[in-house]
């Protein structure tokens, strides 16, 4: 709960120079603009009163007290802010995403491209590896797809593979996403993910904790994972090696109690054995559809969930239809489905090529052919 003094209109300038005070991280911010209920009252408070707030001893208050520096950190964090049409989000505004609000450590500002709206609370987050498998794309894309239709907000990191995906199917869809990033929101990484990054905004949001000019550093994507977490009710990992960065954000979801759930692979797939040891273990649900998802959050999503578009198969050829009925969504190879549907490879060929014309199929590389 934030604590009821902290004034409605926050002076983001003053949040920002307070921010620069040397020993003045997150939480100590939480804690004084909460306790004088603004960074003006903070800044213009004495050392005397600056001691009274637990955790600020007598230096740091001498230091916040007289601190006379930031007036050009604030101006040039303002002005790259200006250059791509970003904002500051307070953890004391409304449209502050409210269940980030209430994990352990949440940022006490976030530098924002876009729009976080109300309903933005209703949010699955889709993370997996940067190399999926044939199978791993495809699971994204209709994980991300069917959520997307049911009115879901779908949050991920803009990295590349999975998340990419994700974000990707929802911009296509007209659907809401964020996209939380390890960098400052004026340093978009990886770099050929700007577009994508510029879809989303209109999309939703792209979002960072990191003051602007902030490049990717490794350290950074730990805590990256814990707003994607904090800010849905629910995680679902897609493929991910067994010290992949998904498994960080599975431990993160399950401190934060967030819903864990895990699409299973192939065993013999590296890609496949982190999720797969996190259902084995226990600690996430086996998901096969986007109904094991909504039936275990239905309680929360109640207010949001409409109905996804019914999707009728087209009028099918028996042909078609045979051939239709041997194919998974897992990739087969054409010599595979001629067999199964004991048709000649020319025949084959050509009903899978009207198959995918008419929408319901889709082929990969090497002659590989998948139900969509």
Known sequence: MLDSKVQKEIDVSDLLRLSA?????????????????????VLAATPRELIRVQGIEKKLASSIAHFKGGNKFVDDQLSLMNKVNGRIVTLWDDEYPEYLRKIYDPPPLMFVRGTIEQNDKYAIAIVGTRHPTAYGKLMAERFAKELAEKGLTIVSGLARGIDTIAHHTAVKLGGRTLAVLGSSIDIIYPSENRRIAAQVEENGA?????????KPDPGNFPRRNRIISGMSLGVLIIETAENGGAMITASIALDQNRELFCVPGNITEKYSIGTNTLIRDGHAKLVQSVDDIIAELEASLR????????????????????????????????????ERSALSMSDTL????????KGIVRQLAGKMFVKM
């Open 206 to 214: 792209v979002v960072s904790e990191f003051v602007m000019g902030t």
């Open 21 to 41: 005070v040397p020993g003045v991280g997150a939480s100590r911010l939480r804690l004084l603009v909460g306790h004088f209920g603004s960074p003006t009252a």
């Open 350 to 357: 050509v009903n899978l090529l009207s198959l995918e014309f």
């Open 303 to 338: 207010p949001i969930l409409k109905e996804a578009p019914s999707h009728s198969l087209p009028q099918l050829s028996v042909f078609e239809q045979k051939i239709f009925d041997t194919l998974t969504y897992e990739p087969t190879h054409i010599d595979a489905l001629s």
